[in-house]
C-alpha cells in the first residue's frame, strides 16, 4: 500500500511541476477578426486562439526557436519560429510566428538567429496586439548547443 501511494505521489508532482513541450505548428491555431474600437478611430484584428492554444494560456510551456536580440541592451528579446536573416515575418511568418520573451535576470549574451530552447509562462494577448499575440514571463533561455549538452 505504501509502495501504491509513493507511486501515486511521485506521479503527481511530476505533472504539477513539468512544463508543457510545445510546437510552434501549435501556436498557429489562431484566426483574427477585424473589430471597430471607438477610443483608436479604426479597424484592428483581434486575435481568437483555438482550445489547445486557449488550454497553454498562463501555462509553464517549453519551446525551441530563434532568439532575435532586438534591443539587448533594453532586454527586448523575440523567440521566433524562423531565424529573422530568412525575414522571420515573410512566407509562413506571422504574429503567431513569434514570442516576446521576458526573461529573468542574469540571462546570457545571445546572437541572433541564435537557436535556444525557452521555458517559461505563455500569457495569450487579446487587448493590446501591437508587439504579437504571445508572451512568455519568467522565461529562461538555454542555448541549443548548451541544452544538448544537459541531456
Known amino acids: 500500500m505504501r509502495k501504491l501511494i509513493y507511486i501515486l505521489a511521485l506521479f503527481i508532482t511530476n505533472n504539477i511541476f513539468s512544463q508543457i513541450e510545445i510546437d510552434w505548428l501549435k501556436l498557429r491555431d489562431v484566426y483574427y477578426k477585424s473589430e471597430y474600437r471607438e477610443d ?11 482550445e489547445k492554444v486557449e488550454a497553454l494560456d498562463n ?3 517549453k519551446i525551441t526557436g530563434y532568439m ?24 509562413f511568418g506571422g504574429p503567431e510566428s513569434a514570442i516576446e520573451l521576458r ?3 542574469g540571462y546570457d549574451d545571445f546572437l541572433m538567429d541564435e537557436l535556444v530552447t525557452v521555458t517559461g509562462i505563455l500569457r495569450l494577448k487579446r487587448e493590446d496586439v501591437s508587439t504579437g499575440v504571445y508572451v512568455m514571463d519568467n522565461a529562461t533561455a538555454v542555448k541549443e548547443k548548451e541544452f544538448q549538452s544537459l541531456i
Do not use: H
Request: with cysteine; proline share 10%.
Open 40 to 50: 483608436a478611430y479604426g479597424y484592428y484584428q483581434i486575435p481568437f486562439f483555438g
Open 59 to 61: 501555462k509553464e510551456v
Open 68 to 91: 532575435l536580440t532586438l534591443a539587448p541592451d533594453e532586454g527586448v528579446f523575440v523567440l521566433s519560429q524562423n531565424p529573422y536573416a530568412d525575414c522571420f515575418f515573410c512566407g
Open 103 to 105: 526573461l529573468n535576470p
